[in-house]
């Protein structure tokens, strides 16, 4: 999930569990262990581009130092605070609480989580909320400040509002679960009528919400895609985003190391493209994360959250780049974040019918 709802999440373990030992220093230090599983990105400095993909949610979010961080932040914590009171066992509870809600809403999310590092690379995914997701995460801190800045002389008042946004967040969860298992019978559904005997299907909500949702399915040669909200009328004509997947364009380049780097984090949900100005490249874009659409030279395209290329070189080895990257390149095009932005509110309430409408970035390049 994005920082900030990790950070308040660790705030929330520290406001419930260390409040009455601490008072706003339990949710000061649970925002700290909240946000330190992602200073793994630190490391990013000592990598290059295809480590850092393997690198990041890797150890840091792995089971395996739960234990580890645990007794180790939760003596510190201990040995600072002792004349409060706070017992070795609390402080150890407290961290382990703080680490273990990271490492799991972080699962909640398309990206993928190395929970069984050093042993196993496989990113566990859950599919449940958008990496940023207001309804989680706004309710949050509302709350939190309302506990940590008028809730110091006021115990009742804080002991309410901090278990009502627990109870608002599993709440929320489970709601994310029922509303997914309903997307998944109707995306089951369109398929089959569609024809489509897919060898697989993911089901993932669309941005800022878990109202409207984005199933994707994959045969031998195709991907197929297409969208369903809570709020959709009955009789509504849904619409099926359909192209082939171009695995076999990567035959020349299994052997390298950024290849296999993407290859194993999409887990076989990646369109490879070329074009025909750089014949010694090949273009990667996942397609379990969703994707934005936007104006490009007068035609509305629409564009991975990702794009990877690998070049092979003359001396035989590759280069590897990422030519998009959403979150960092969409802020050059506010006007374009505002009219998707509008467009999505739309689809949620039922309504856009022309949501599938735009060319895919592969679709603008010269083949």
Request: hydrophobic share 45%; net charge positive.
């Amino acid at each position: 999930m994005d920082s900030i709802t990790q950070a308040a999440l660790g705030a929330l373990c520290g406001e419930v569990l260390l409040s009455r030992k601490l008072g706003w220093k339990g949710a000061a230090w649970g925002l700290l262990f909240g946000s330190m599983p992602d200073l793994d990105i630190i490391g990013y400095a000592w990598l290059d581009a295809a480590d850092q993909l393997r690198w990041h949610r890797g150890v840091s979010h792995s089971l395996c130092i739960l234990p580890f961080a645990s007794l180790l932040f939760g003596w510190i914590l201990w040995l600072i605070h002792k004349e409060k009171k706070l017992s070795f066992k609390r402080a150890a509870w407290f961290v382990f609480a703080v680490w273990s809600t990271h490492i799991l809403i972080d699962c909640f999310n398309t990206y993928g989580t190395q929970i069984f590092e050093p042993f196993n690379d496989f990113r566990f995914v859950l599919n449940l909320t958008f990496i940023i997701d207001p309804f989680f995460t706004v309710p949050m801190v509302l709350a939190l400040i309302i506990c940590v800045f008028y809730g110091k002389k006021r115990q009742r008042l804080r002991k309410v509002v901090h278990w009502a946004a627990v109870a608002w967040l599993c709440t929320y969860v489970m709601a994310s679960v029922s509303i997914k298992l309903m997307a998944e019978r109707h995306f089951a559904h369109q398929f089959n009528a569609w024809g489509v005997t897919p060898q697989s299907v993911m089901s993932s909500p669309t941005p800022f919400n878990i109202f409207c949702w984005r199933g994707v399915a994959r045969d031998d040669e195709k991907y197929y895609i297409t969208y369903w909200s809570i709020f959709d009328a009955d009789d509504r004509q849904y619409k099926v985003l359909e192209f082939e997947h171009g695995h076999e364009l990567e035959k020349d380049f299994k052997d390298a190391k950024e290849y296999q780097t993407v290859a194993w984090f999409t887990k076989g949900w990646r369109k490879t493209y070329t074009d025909k100005n750089e014949p010694n490249s090949i273009y990667m874009a996942p397609l379990m994360m969703g994707e934005s659409k936007s104006e490009v030279n007068g035609e509305l395209v629409r564009r991975p959250s990702f794009l990877w290329k690998v070049t092979k070189l003359e001396d035989g080895s590759y280069s590897f780049e990422r030519p998009y990257k959403m979150s960092k390149d969409i802020w050059g095009r506010l006007s374009e974040v505002g009219d998707a932005s509008k467009s999505l509110y739309r689809r949620v309430k039922g309504g856009e019918e022309n949501y599938t409408e735009g060319k895919w970035i592969w679709d603008t390049h010269e083949q």
